[in-house]
């Protein structure tokens, strides 16, 4: 699958990978909206709306101006939530929800560059108490998300300090290109939404896998590979014909609230039932 085998002579390089729909089949956040609701953290009528949400973002994701609006109301949304209950909430439900919906495809390319010597670096804009214990599950190196303060009493305040989307995403990657030592022209990226373009401009090897339209259109403008992923396979299934141990996540940036990013596309997904 890939186009050259790195070896020790060549410079350090790195694969980037988007998360929801790239490396797993469903977004990451919306995954946990049915432990989030037996945690108490959402209503029952937030839970159905993010049924609906789940079902938007697999059939046509969320653009720019969509992203922005469920950022500024998550933040105000979250404020108050107890980021390690989120934690538990996740620790304790993560491989039944998540390992099952891990994209074989992409489990096989994770194998590729470690077995080449490339980092994995997962880039998302979900939360660390989703993206890191994902990040440790896949074997990834690093990860970089959304980050959010955190106030002396384990809450989350309501502020965004630093947002992991877009041009940001390709800002980290450079920040760690040269903290690492990587040559951004021997380096990798996966995802499947154009609002990750610049993350994909900023290395040698970009790869659109289960593009948008709009994120379709560029690739085939700009003679990028194209991949589809369909089939999810369970990790666990996996590990037998696995040459590289999983390691584990050395966090770069850490994320903002899985249960705050779902509760943006809850409203989003109320914004849509409300127009129809």
């Given at each position: 699958m890939l186009?050259d085998v790195?070896n020790?002579s ?9 998360l ?7 977004s990451?956040t919306l995954t946990f909206?049915k432990?989030f ?5 959402i209503?029952?009528?937030?839970a ?6 789940q079902?938007v973002?697999?059939v ?7 992203m922005?609006?469920m950022?500024?109301?998550l933040s105000?949304l979250?404020r108050g939530w107890?980021?390690q209950q989120v ?7 993560l ?6 919906i891990?994209?074989d ?7 590729e560059h ?16 989703v993206?890191?214990?994902v990040?440790e599950l896949?074997?990834?190196?690093r990860?970089v998300?959304?980050?959010?303060v955190?106030?002396e009493d384990?809450?989350?305040t309501?502020e ?16 760690l290109a040269?903290?690492?030592?990587y040559?951004?022209?021997?380096c990798y990226?996966y ?5 990750d ?6 290395v040698?090897h ?11 259109r560029?690739a ?7 991949l589809?992923?369909?089939r ?7 590990l037998?014909?696995l ?9 770069a940036a ?5 249960a705050?990013?779902?509760?943006g596309?809850v ?10």
């Amino acid at each position: 699958m890939l186009r050259d085998v790195e070896n020790h002579s060549l410079p350090r390089a790195a694969a980037f990978f988007d998360l929801d729909k790239t490396v797993i089949a469903k977004s990451s956040t919306l995954t946990f909206s049915k432990s989030f609701y037996q945690g108490g953290l959402i209503n029952r009528r937030a839970a159905l709306r993010t049924a609906y949400a789940q079902f938007v973002f697999l059939v046509g994701g969320l653009d720019h101006v969509q992203m922005e609006r469920m950022r500024e109301y998550l933040s105000t949304l979250c404020r108050g939530w107890n980021v390690q209950q989120v934690r538990e909430i996740v620790a304790e439900t993560l491989h039944d929800l998540i390992d099952p919906i891990i994209y074989d495809e992409a489990a096989s390319l994770i194998e590729e560059h470690h077995t080449a010597g490339r980092d994995v670096v997962i880039v998302s804009t979900s939360g660390a108490e989703v993206v890191e214990p994902v990040g440790e599950l896949l074997g990834a190196d690093r990860v970089v998300a959304t980050r959010m303060v955190v106030g002396e009493d384990g809450c989350f305040t309501g502020e965004v300090e630093y947002y992991a989307y877009g041009p940001t995403k390709a800002e980290a990657i450079r920040d760690l290109a040269a903290s690492e030592g990587y040559d951004l022209e021997h380096c990798y990226a996966y995802s499947d939404s154009a609002t990750d373009l610049p993350m994909l401009q900023a290395v040698g090897h970009p790869h659109a896998v289960n593009p948008d339209r709009a994120l379709r259109r560029e690739a085939v403008a700009r003679g990028w590979p194209v991949l589809e992923f369909r089939r999810p396979v369970p990790l666990k299934k996996r590990l037998p014909t696995l040459s590289v141990p999983p390691r584990p996540a050395l966090v770069a940036a850490a994320a903002i609230g899985a249960a705050a990013a779902t509760a943006g596309l809850v409203w989003y997904a109320s914004r849509r039932r409300g127009t129809d």
